[in-house]
């Protein structure tokens, strides 16, 4: 079995059930994070909608505040569920907005003891990349 998370007509990504309960429960998460609801529909008879605009400003604020999160755990645990998100933004030609993410690794790095900070933005870029192809429509 699988679902299907469509933007109007065109799907997006058609998960194992199992893969979308997990999105699913961490899009509940991260909604409630970020203070936005992130325009992903309920999921009903294996379908589920995304509103594009609602999304937009999601994916935004959610690499806004993963941007911002020095917190390792934190960052280590946000890393795949924003990396799937940017992916599925790929997907759906949603414009990220990589330059305020860019921007606070770049403030960071003043204070950053850790060596490889300065590539946390390629890191997810890549990453998001890589789901691009996983994420099937």
Avoid at 33 to 59: H, K, N, R, T, Y
Avoid at 81 to 110: C, H, M, P, R, S
Wanted: charged share 20%.
């Amino acid at each position: 079995m699988s679902q299907y998370y469509k933007m109007g007509d065109r799907t997006l990504w058609n998960p194992s059930n199992g893969a979308s309960r997990l999105f699913m429960s961490h899009a509940t998460v991260y909604q409630a994070e970020v203070g936005l609801p992130s325009g992903i529909g309920s999921m009903e008879a294996d379908e589920c909608q995304i509103d594009p605009i609602a999304f937009a400003v999601f994916v935004d604020a959610l690499l806004a505040w993963h941007s911002n999160t020095r917190h390792a755990v934190m960052v280590t645990l946000s890393e795949g569920f924003v990396a799937t998100v940017l992916a599925l933004a790929e997907k759906a030609d949603i414009q990220v907005d990589w330059q305020a993410a860019e921007l606070a690794e770049n403030g960071y790095l003043k204070t950053a003891s850790d060596p490889h900070a300065k590539e946390w933005t390629a890191v997810l870029q890549q990453k998001s990349r890589e789901l691009t192809r996983h994420v099937a429509g």
